[in-house]
């Protein structure tokens, strides 16, 4: 028999997908919740590996607590691509849709707790469900759009603009993700990016 403290997590758990896909405009009728009971709970500790280099993708990710590093590993050193905060979705993306080994390693920067959902369980809910597919369809468009302007600005800005734009458009990952994490992904050193935090500080 479960504990009433792993069902009372179970069903937050399943409570805080549900409100994610209700702001995201998706109607949850009966027969989509029940589907959506495909999505199981698994926790990880920190420095433990949601998704490595060379290995397959487990599924997609809803993570509901804690940070996750995004990083590729290059000339024995890790280059730190995104960090994933709760309340969204994540997975290696190349190595989940093409069934491919993965080129990134997804790690948990601190204990983390997610909703996964295998390929196959997930391409079904898109085929069953036209909401679903329209949701997909739409975050993907919205993250190419993101990843486009990064990509943009890390080729054409300076530094400090790189960093401008990330405050901007990023404030809670400003606010919660790591700043050595931060440099790495603004493609700088932790020193340069504290140089630049105190200028902007004193108004320079």
């Not at 024995?76 to 080129?103: C, N, Q, Y």
């Not at 919205?142 to 960093?163: G, H, P, Q």
């Amino acid at each position: 028999m479960r504990s009433t403290s792993t069902t009372e997590n179970a069903t937050t758990h399943v409570d805080s997908l549900h409100d994610y896909l209700r702001n995201s405009g998706i109607p949850l009728s009966p027969n989509l919740r029940h589907h959506l009971t495909a999505f199981q709970s698994r926790s990880f500790r920190k420095g433990e590996f949601i998704a490595r280099e060379g290995a397959v993708s487990g599924g997609l990710d809803f993570l509901l607590s804690g940070i996750v590093r995004h990083y590729y590993l290059v000339d024995d050193k890790e280059i730190t691509r995104w960090v994933s905060l709760s309340g969204h979705f994540m997975t290696s993306f190349k190595s989940f849709v093409g069934e491919s080994p993965s080129a990134v390693n997804l790690v948990a920067a601190e204990p983390v707790e997610v909703l996964r959902i295998s390929r196959t369980d997930f391409y079904a809910l898109l085929a069953d469900f036209a909401e679903m597919k329209s949701f997909w369809i739409r975050c993907l468009e919205n993250e190419m759009v993101k990843y486009e302007d990064r990509v943009s600005l890390f080729i054409t800005a300076e530094s400090r603009e790189r960093y401008l734009h990330f405050l901007e458009h990023y404030p809670q990952h400003a606010q919660q993700v790591p700043l050595k994490y931060i440099a790495s992904l603004l493609g700088m050193q932790p020193r340069h990016l504290s140089r630049i935090r105190k200028e902007l500080a004193a108004g320079e």
